[in-house]
């Protein structure tokens, strides 16, 4: 009867402990310094807080608009709304208004 040489044995459990730490320091590693690690977790909270005053940013101009909007609404036009769009857009005046042309300021 034919037995395991211990040595053999032994070397195998060293190598199969050594590749299971590399595992772990390998996905250790990955939980601190990877794409979603904890490393990258500043890097995305200054993001979010970019992209969240870029929402607000656009939320009020969205607001504007439909602000606009509802002022051109077919059934209940706002004249003054209304005056100044024709004014601004077709360069219209009454006889007796001024104009007076200002310079921009670039």
């Known amino acids: 009867m034919k037995g395991k040489d211990p040595r053999r044995q032994n070397r195998r459990e060293k190598i199969v402990s050594a590749a299971a730490l590399v595992v772990l320091l390998l996905i250790g590693g990955m939980a601190l310094v990877g794409p979603s690690g904890i490393l990258a977790w500043g890097e995305q909270n200054s993001r979010l807080s970019d992209h969240e ?20 609404d077919p059934n209940n036009v706002d ?5 100044e769009l024709v004014r ?19």
């Open 79 to 83: 004249p003054d709304f209304a005056s």
């Open 88 to 106: 601004g857009n077709l360069n219209v005046a009454h006889p007796d208004e001024y104009v007076v042309e200002l310079e921009p300021l670039d």
């Open 53 to 72: 005053q870029r929402i607000a940013m656009l939320q009020e101009r969205r607001d504007e608009l439909q602000n606009r909007v509802d002022l051109l």
